[in-house]
Each structure stands twice: as C-alpha cells, then as structure tokens.
C-alpha cells in the first residue's frame, strides 16, 4: 500500500483513536492491572501479564487472572511478605511454555527487586539513565532481574536486545507504565520519556508496519523494533509508540496484512 505522508498520519491518528480506548482493555491483558489502584499492585500484575502475553488472548487473561487469584489479589503484599511455604500453590501454573519453575522465580526475583533495588520503576529508570535508551533500560533490568540464582530454563522468558531480540513483552509492559493517555495505559512511571518508548514489535504489528512501508527488515528483531520506531517518530515525536494501537488494531482486528 502506498500512502503520502498526510494519508498515512490520517490513517494512524484515526485507528489509533478507534483502538486507544476503554473498549480495548476487556479482551487484553492490559485487563490485569486494571483491577488494581495501588502503584505496586499495578506494577507487578503489570509485568507478569505482560510476561505471559502471547497466544491466544483469551487464554493470557485467564493465565493472568489465574495468577492473581493464586497471589490472593494483592500482588506486591504476596511478592514482598508471603513466606516460602505458601510458593506450592503455583507448582500447577503453566502457561504454554512458563511453567511453575519460571513462575517461582519471577516472583523470587520481584521480592529481590522490590526489597533490595526500590520496585520496577527505580531498575528500569536506573538503566534508561545508563544510555537513554529504553534497550539501555531493558539491558539493565534483565541483569538485575537474574543476579540472584536462577534456572536457566528460565533466561528464556526475559528478552535480550543484546542479542538482538525484540522485546516485544517488556515494551509492551513499559508503555502501560510509561504513556500516559490514562485510558488504556497508566502513565504511572514520570522517571522515563515517553518520547523514548520502543514499538512492541509482534508478528501483527510487524506485518502491517511492513504493508504501510514503515518497516523494510523482514525479521521481527530489535533492529527492526528500532527501524518502524524511527519511522513512528516522524508522525509524533513526543509520542511515537501510541500507534502500537494503531497497528495492532488494524492487523487483529481489521485482517491487514
């Protein structure tokens, strides 16, 4: 499809305005932590939704809800307080290929996290000050989230930019934290630009991005997070990543491809 530089911003603006509304949180894991008000409680059922995000939706909500029911609705009390004993509750937790041995060290790690490095925010705002960049933010947090023992099945589950992968799950998490159009996502993170946000590149987005001549590299890895990111930017440099809605909406729920 080819489209002049005006049609192409018309067609975002609009989609991005039809997909960027309180419509889209049902059906999304985004649905997880808007059960929530507090920070923290937001923070981490954030992150673990955003953790187990691929498949089928419906499926990620359930998992996601599942999850929460299991941390007994108060994720940051049972991720900071609840004792050992009480960690045999997610020996049944799986979700495709997270299993109950990724599950108890994510929440391991949490409690290390949000005990000895002051939460989410603080780690991933400690890595964006390293670069400002939001891989400098990924890179930083991963090392972090792994510097207590861990299995090594369990790498897996936290993407690497280093070695070129694209992060698709942890910026997702970090547009609900980050943007604030205060619908869908939160905005509840002040510390890290918005402006500095990366497209949650996923096999949809991907595609579309590709149909609307956004994006050349036919792999879905950071170069080419990086790439359609930059081409964002042009329609909205203090906001490039709201048209993740944009392009997801028009890949699920349109066919565009």
Not at 80 to 95: I, L, N
Request: net charge positive.
């Amino acid at each position: 499809m080819v489209l002049s530089f005006s049609e192409l911003k018309e067609l975002l603006e609009i989609k991005t305005k039809e997909y960027n509304a309180h419509s889209f949180i049902e059906l999304d894991p985004v649905s997880i932590p808007h059960r929530f008000s507090k920070k923290e409680d937001i923070e981490i059922s954030a992150f673990l939704a955003a953790s187990i995000a691929w498949g089928q939706r419906k499926s990620i909500v359930a998992n996601g809800l599942k999850l929460m029911h299991l941390m007994d609705n108060a994720p940051y009390d049972f991720v900071t307080q609840a004792p050992d004993s009480d960690f045999k509750r997610f020996e049944t937790f799986v979700h495709r290929t997270f299993s109950s041995t990724d599950c108890i060290y994510f929440i391991h790690s949490l409690r290390n996290i949000y005990l000895k490095h002051n939460g989410l925010e603080n780690l991933f705002t400690s890595g964006y000050n390293q670069g400002q960049t939001i891989k400098s933010a990924i890179i930083h947090f991963r090392n972090i989230f792994f510097e207590i023992p861990f299995p090594e099945r369990t790498s897996k589950h936290i993407a690497n930019p280093l070695k070129n992968s694209a992060a698709k799950r942890i910026n997702m998490f970090l547009r609900w934290m980050v943007r604030d159009d205060k619908i869908v996502d939160f905005g509840l993170w002040q510390t890290i630009p918005k402006s500095a946000l990366m497209l949650p590149l996923d096999l949809h987005t991907g595609n579309t991005s590709r149909k609307l001549g956004l994006l050349n590299r036919t792999q879905n890895d950071w170069n080419a997070v990086e790439e359609v990111t930059q081409a964002l930017y042009k329609f909205d440099s203090k906001d490039p990543i709201k048209y993740d809605f944009a392009l997801f909406g028009l890949g699920i729920y349109e066919g565009f491809k």
